[in-house]
């Protein structure tokens, strides 16, 4: 114990009047609100990074490659999904990509990609949308 800097006494730390603590509570020179700010501040800097851009996986090349050349695709999402990848093109026309070979799950992605086969059973728009993420704006 620090004779210099004792520990704070109850009086020191609640205020009679009103029963609760004092805004400012200081120990050992180091106050409560300083702290705090200091673990705001730290928090929000961690947050700031945006994370690194992640790379197309060979899946979105192959649906690229299928893409009929009058269809112009401007975003593609893509996520891992039973044991291949799941791939939705502009949040309408949905592709599943295993061993190298491409499935359209839905007739928009059979349209803009002729000669394509269907995925299997189970695999359609709904389930590419809720792997790859997306929400409708």
């Known amino acids: 114990m620090n004779p210099e800097n004792p520990p704070p006494k109850i009086d020191d730390v ?14 050992q020179g180091f106050s409560v609100r300083m702290a705090t700010c200091l673990a705001v501040v730290a928090l929000g800097l961690v947050g700031c990074k945006p994370p690194p ?3 197309p996986p060979d899946a979105v090349k192959l649906v ?25 093109a502009d949040g309408v026309a949905a592709y599943w990509v295993c061993g190298g070979k491409v499935y359209a799950a839905n007739d928009i ?14 695999i359609d728009h709904k389930t590419v949308a809720i792997a790859v993420g997306w929400k409708r704006e």
């Open 53 to 55: 851009p992640q790379k």
């Open 109 to 122: 992605a059979k349209g803009w990609s002729p000669g394509i086969e269907g995925a299997p059973l189970g």
């Open 64 to 88: 690229g490659a299928t893409i009929d050349k009058f269809c112009r695709v401007e975003v593609f999402k893509w996520a891992d999904f039973d044991g291949g990848v799941a791939v939705l």
């Open 14 to 27: 609640c205020d009679p009047d009103y029963g609760r603590l004092k805004p400012m509570i200081e120990y």
